[in-house]
């Protein structure tokens, strides 16, 4: 099956300092890779999402490339503020046979930004 | 729009007791998941249901069971609760077909304590 290994953390950073969070994966079939984030309390928001290879997926300032060949989805952010304060979560979906919307989840990196 | 509704948003049971969760996915959405979250494990994949049939189910006991009604709304039932079972369960829906349909939009959760 699939699996989805991305930085731990707890990842600590002063506003407006750049951010980087390393996720990989091992997949079979076709893999669509997605970040989600979680604030204190709440469920997951989508924070954005790639379709093919090379793809970039952008959403509030966070970016991220889906590089097949590094079989690699890392997170950016050119300078965090403090209400991105969250933990983020690497994912991948296995679109194969064209009915399995299951997701594989990383372990999830909590974020604290200090102002 | 009305997000994923999920209730009830926290509940406390005892060992042996039997819990049902309610989920509401977004209108139009006939793909509902279900996610079980703990601080070990992490996220792991329960089940996902369309038009009323179970597509794909993870690696938990049979103790976990769910539905889904004609309307889309799904339920899941753990039965004969362990002190392991305290998690936060969270529901995801999606368009299941067209442009988009692996993307997940999750609820809140539900959060369960057994004691």
């Known amino acids: 099956g699939n699996s989805v290994t991305q930085m731990e953390g707890p990842v600590t950073l002063s506003e407006e300092a750049f951010l980087t969070i390393n996720c990989t994966y091992t997949a079979t079939g076709y893999p669509s890779p997605f970040w989600y984030v979680q604030y204190p309390g709440e469920g997951l928001q989508l924070l954005l999402k790639a379709t093919k290879a090379d793809d970039k997926g952008s959403n509030k300032g966070f970016e991220a490339t889906y590089r097949k060949e590094t079989t690699s989805f890392h997170l950016e952010k050119g300078s965090v503020q403090v209400s991105d304060s969250a933990v983020y979560f690497c994912?991948?979906?296995?679109?194969?046979?064209?009915?399995?919307?299951?997701?594989?989840f990383g372990k999830g990196t909590l974020l604290t930004v200090n102002p | 729009k009305a997000g994923v509704t999920q209730t009830p948003r926290y509940l406390i049971k005892t060992r042996g007791q039997q819990v049902t969760l309610s989920c509401s996915p977004i209108?139009?959405?006939?793909?509902v998941s279900w996610y079980q979250q703990t601080p070990g494990q992490g996220l792991q994949f329960l089940f996902e249901y369309f038009s009323e049939t179970q597509r794909n189910k993870g690696n938990f006991p049979g103790r976990f069971s769910g539905r889904q009604f004609s309307n889309s709304r799904s339920e899941m039932n753990v039965s004969t609760l362990e002190l392991g079972d305290s998690a936060l369960y969270l529901c995801?829906?999606?368009?299941?077909?067209?442009?988009?349909?692996?993307?997940?939009?999750f609820g809140a959760g539900s959060r369960l304590t057994v004691l």
């Open positions: 209108s139009g959405h006939r793909s």
């Open positions: 994912a991948l979906t296995d679109n194969s046979g064209g009915s399995n919307y299951k997701l594989t």
């Open positions: 995801a829906s999606s368009l299941a077909q067209g442009r988009g349909a692996n993307v997940l939009t």
